[in-house]
């Protein structure tokens, strides 16, 4: 974790078995340290937990606000992996891509564990704090808009939020305009001599992706071969990533119907009406239409 030299012990004495003081007790950790600890060198921990400012009086506010940052760090982890696996798809590299794409979903396990806080919020509850938020919605998130353009959910419109902020637009511009990893998979698959219709392939990836027959006729006959088959594993590990994006898209739906009802959201939207909606998206369609055939 340090990338100084720790202070007194060095590295191969930190293995010792004998790591045992004069009277007979564990050696405990070391405590003196030039600037500051090494741990704050690589985790950043002070910054971190100083990055809360809560907006209103109550209470209750600061869960709120914490459990929107851990979910932030979980989309910039699982937009790292799915980078990491488009990038492995691209090389050919199926081994690193299902590794990478695995970890995603054990973060996406713990992503969705994250709403459990928010969960039970009752409409006073939140009223508690709502009004602070003005105008602030996690639809203005860049990073979860990174994470829906990766799984092929473009919309230029989108970037239109991010102008006042150049980095963020630039990242999404970037985003926008790539291969989404649901591309990377089908121009791997036709490089492994699957059917994917030319008309995909050649596809502008700025745009949302559509549903295709040709390409859910590909998976129908990948899921009608051998099971071990490699395909198979990759869209094993992408209906993993699709159904737990579908869960944290309805966990979030349900934890605001409790909060708010029906009324209108923080960001301008119909709220609930609007987020049902994006909610019956489904992520990878052809995975799941497929199945009917197999
Ligand atoms: C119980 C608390 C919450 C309520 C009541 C709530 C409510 C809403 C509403 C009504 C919308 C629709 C847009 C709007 O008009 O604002 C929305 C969008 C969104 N919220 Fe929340 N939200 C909550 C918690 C969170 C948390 C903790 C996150 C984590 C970052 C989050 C992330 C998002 C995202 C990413 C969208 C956009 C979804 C999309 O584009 O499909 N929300 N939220």
Not at 140 to 165: C, D, I, N, T, W
Not at 188 to 214: K, S
């Amino acid at each position: 974790m340090s990338q100084q030299p720790a202070p007194k012990t060095a590295p191969d004495e930190a293995v010792r078995e004998d790591a045992i003081t004069s009277d007979g007790e564990p050696e405990a950790p070391h405590l003196d340290f030039q600037g500051t600890t090494p741990y704050e060198d690589y985790v950043r921990a002070s910054v971190l937990t100083h990055l809360q400012h809560p907006l209103s009086d109550d209470p209750g506010e600061m869960v709120f606000l914490v459990t929107t940052q851990v979910m932030e760090l979980w989309f910039t982890v699982i937009v790292h992996e799915w980078h990491t696996a488009a990038q492995a798809l691209r090389e050919d590299d199926l081994p690193t891509a299902l590794e990478a794409l695995r970890r995603s979903t054990y973060e996406l396990e713990s992503l969705n564990a994250s709403w459990k806080p928010l969960a039970h919020l009752t409409p006073g509850q939140f009223n508690a704090y709502r009004s602070a938020l003005g105008d602030g919605s996690g639809f203005q998130s860049a990073m979860y808009r990174r994470l829906e353009f990766l799984l092929g959910e473009k919309s230029a419109s989108m970037l239109v939020p991010h102008r006042g902020a150049p980095r963020e637009y630039a990242e999404l511009e970037k985003a926008l305009t790539e291969p989404s990893l649901y591309d990377e998979v089908l121009r791997f698959l036709a490089r492994r001599g699957h059917a994917v219709p030319a008309a995909v392939l050649d596809r502008d990836p700025a745009r949302r992706y559509e549903p295709d027959p040709g390409v859910e006729r590909v998976w129908q006959e990948i899921y009608s071969g051998p099971r071990e088959d490699e395909p198979i594993r990759l869209g094993e590990a992408l209906t993993e990533v699709a159904e737990l994006v579908w869960r944290w898209r309805n966990d979030h739906l349900v934890a605001t119907r409790r909060a708010m009802g029906a009324k209108t959201g923080t960001g301008g939207s119909a709220g609930v009406a609007w987020l049902e909606k994006r909610a019956t998206k489904n992520v990878f369609p052809e995975l799941w239409t497929a199945r009917s055939h197999v």
